[in-house]
């Protein structure tokens, strides 16, 4: 599994005895037995995989905030959208709507605070942008860029690195609302989960930050 963190280097800043919090991505999911491709491997998580949501709509919790909206939809549509993969066969989020203006937004209340997210993100396009709020405040903001810069690749519907399961670990914070937002068609997305877990990557880097500074401390009193 390919790790990621949202820091100009895998170095833990500390400032005042406080840690800097940053975002942490990770590529890689489970096998789903929906015929949906992709799922979260998190043990215990909520996913939402929209597959008892009719076309057209969107699930409980979820709402058209922008111009153009977003929907579920299933298959593919030339222009519009494509299923994540071009391989999955179930229903599935994409933003804008189909035919609408090509500027959407979906915001989803996700009933609870979690510090974990993942999603099935089919053809990761540039234009893509993923908001995270806890409270009404501004946590973090994840764009396609910015997953591309962490080892996928651009907007092709078919190649497996366009077409990733991302895990996002906030590690101590945490969030309550997903804004997904699409400035062109379109931003597509399946089983999309919530949880509150441990995040490793980023104990580790405490880790062995702190390793660093005992042992330049030691060094210095000796």
Not at 6 to 18: Q, Y
Not at 35 to 41: A, D, F, K, R, V
Not at 190 to 217: C, H, K, W
Request: net charge negative.
């Amino acid at each position: 599994m390919r790790i990621h963190t949202k820091l100009a280097t895998a170095a833990v800043l500390l400032s005042a005895g406080s840690m800097a919090q940053a975002v942490s991505i990770t590529f890689g999911g489970c096998a789903a037995s929906d015929g949906s491709g992709l799922t979260t491997c998190q043990s215990g998580a909520t996913v939402v995989d929209f597959n008892s949501t009719p076309s057209g709509s969107l699930p409980t919790g979820y709402a058209n905030t922008g111009a153009g909206g977003g929907a579920v939809v299933a298959g593919s549509m030339s222009g519009q959208y494509a299923a994540p993969g071009l391989t999955d066969t179930t229903n599935y989020l994409t933003v804008p709507a189909p035919g609408s203006n090509p500027v959407g937004e979906v915001t989803a209340q996700i009933g609870g605070s979690y510090n974990y997210f993942g999603i099935y993100w089919g053809s990761i396009d540039t234009y893509n942008t993923l908001s995270f709020y806890s409270g009404g405040s501004l946590v973090d903001t994840v764009t396609g860029s910015d997953v591309i810069a962490a080892g996928a690749s651009f907007g092709d519907q078919t190649a497996a690195g366009s077409n990733e399961y991302i895990n996002f670990f906030f590690g101590n914070q945490t969030f309550d609302t997903v804004v997904f937002d699409s400035s062109n068609f379109a931003f597509e997305s399946d089983n999309q989960a919530y949880a509150n877990v441990p995040e490793p990557a980023t104990l580790g880097l405490i880790s062995l930050g702190l390793a660093g500074l005992g042992f330049m401390r030691r060094r210095k009193v000796t």
